[in-house]
């Protein structure tokens, strides 16, 4: 079964500060694609950020980036110079040559001022 | 960007009754979309896939005849929650897939069932 685990339930960090929340995942498919969405109290669902398997090359979208190891099954997202706006739920999600989206069961992060 | 409505954002319903909800998409076509739950803190869960002309797939452990998905064209998906109960109260999440794309999914903004 396709698995995605989200380690940290909670984490909070100082405005400013660089923050990595850890995500690893399980699949035996080769092409996949991964993500990273933020979940704000409005509980929109927001893309930060995606990687496709295929490449080696980690994703960066500005304050957002990934450290994408394949063979370690690890996909972890950092964010840099965080933001008070940066405060939501984080999920890891994979998803499979279906197209189904498997979620993590998320990190709470809080930005403090 | 692509854009997914969901209608309602908020209902409350009777124990017994049903309750429809719409997914949209505005400005672009989705061959597939997905209906997710999600209780108070947690995660989102699958419950089923609909493909536009086709039957819905539901995943393990989801009532097909509970949730009733119909996928009637390429820019609106619905689900009806038949009989609600209580339980079935949470918070419901419908995505869509670009036709054009290779992987993209638009998520909706969620539609929050209460059944009293």
């Known amino acids: 079964a396709q698995t995605v685990t989200q380690s940290q339930p909670e984490m909070s960090v100082q405005e400013a500060e660089t923050v990595t929340l850890s995500c690893t995942y399980d699949t035996s498919e080769s092409n996949y694609y991964l993500f990273w969405y933020k979940q704000p109290p409005s509980r929109q669902m927001i893309l930060v950020i995606r990687?496709?398997?295929?490449?080696?090359q980690n994703a960066t979208e500005n304050r957002f980036s990934v450290n994408f190891q394949k063979a370690a099954k690890s996909f972890s997202l950092k964010i840099s110079d965080s933001q008070l706006g940066d405060t939501a739920m984080y999920f890891c999600?994979?998803?499979?040559?279906?197209?189904?989206?498997?979620f993590g069961k998320g990190t709470r992060l809080h930005i403090l001022p | 960007g692509a854009v997914v409505s969901q209608h309602p954002s908020r209902v409350i319903c009777k124990s017994g009754t049903s309750v429809k909800i719409e997914c949209r998409s505005l400005?672009?076509?989705?061959?597939?979309m997905f209906w997710y739950r999600q209780f108070p803190k947690q995660s989102l869960m699958l419950m089923a896939t609909s493909n536009e002309g086709s039957k819905a797939t539901y995943e393990q452990g989801v009532e097909k005849d509970k949730f009733l998905i119909n996928h009637a064209s390429l820019t609106l998906s619905t689900l009806t929650v038949t009989s609600a109960h209580p339980e079935d109260s949470s918070f419901y999440i419908c995505?869509?897939?670009?036709?054009?794309?290779?992987?993209?999914?638009?998520f909706g903004p969620g539609t929050r069932l209460t059944v009293t």
């Open positions: 990687q496709e398997a295929y490449k080696q």
């Open positions: 995505s869509a897939r670009d036709k054009r794309g290779p992987y993209e999914q638009y």
């Open positions: 400005d672009f076509q989705a061959t597939t």
């Open positions: 999600a994979f998803m499979n040559r279906d197209d189904k989206i498997i």
